[in-house]
């Protein structure tokens, strides 16, 4: 597994719109229910000038949402997950909803927040600073909550993150608009485009381009996946992703390669549920169908997972894998235990999300 961290700046607003399966009818009913019925986090609304940052100093999460399919698939998810719910205890709560305009809107703009979901960690004063007008984005450390994969903001992706995010020193943030000098392309591209920035991360792509001789450089090669997954298409029965896959198979950059083949892998495990919910398949292919390809998509990531994304993207893998143990061979079961002994490696035994895997391996034997 490879140190680097892991981006795919193609992961710009619109993605999902691409890639996502179309929610279910009932769905619009339940994006216009109370969001505190859907994620009962203790989320705080308005007034925004004190209570938000009231009682004992937290650093605040701030959760940009719209009534979206990736905004409710993050909520229904999140709902019934309680890692997630431990990670976000630390922080004081806060949504925002821009579409609803107000406050909500001129503090997602002062954000620079254009695009939703997006989570992000403030400090109190910074949150007091942004909602007195006396500051911006770009004047402040702001840690954006980023995905494990290139798809979504899976719950065990987003817990990882909050324990991290709880624990850092702002110190360490580096400014949510304005890559230092110097700084690893690909973190700061991930970096700009989880913080929503996706102006700025444009223009560092358009910058990097320009001033990248090589064609083989990691500025044109996150150019050309980039270009792959906004030309996705997906025609007839196809249970592939053409374009994606196609530059994929072209690629060797190993932190393309995991951001590429885990977008691929939560694509197909949307598209089982999908399937499941309605009565079987989804474009004409089975449930069981887009369960494998999120195995073989899955298995194809972690083969390039980086050291700081193995532990929780190896437990989503390992929750995957379990999903089907019938569909599973001995060949699957037996990388299903390595994975395991990989995270035993890094996390230890007592390591909450090492015994979660090891529960659901403990099922496939």
Known sequence: MHRALPVLLALAAGLWALLAPTPRPAGAAEASAPLADRWDLGWARGPWGGGATDGPPRRVLVYVRADNAPCLALERAAGADAGMARAAAPFKAIVLEP??????????????????????????ASWRQLVGGTAIAADLPIRPVRAITGGHLEPIGVAWELERASTESPASWPQARSPAPGADPVLAAEWLEAAGALAEAEAFLAEGLAGERS??????????????????????????????????????????LFRGWSLLAS???????????????????????????ARETSRLAWMDCPDEAALPFGALLLERYGARPADLDSLDRAFCGAVLRTLTGLGGDDHPRVQRAAAVVATLR
């Open 267 to 293: 694509v197909f495990e949307r598209r089982a549920l999908a399937a499941a919910e309605a009565g079987g398949t989804y474009r004409g292919v089975e449930a069981r169908r887009w369960d494998r390809r």
């Open 99 to 124: 579409e609803a305009d107000g406050e909500d809107a001129r503090h997602a703009e002062a954000l620079g927040i254009h695009t939703a979901p997006r989570l992000l960690v403030l400090e109190p």
């Open 215 to 256: 064609p083989n450089g990691v500025f044109h090669r996150m150019a050309r996946l980039r270009a792959a997954v906004l030309s996705h298409t997906v025609s007839g029965a196809a249970d592939s992703e053409g374009t994606i896959e196609a530059a994929l198979l072209m690629e060797s950059d190993p932190r393309l």
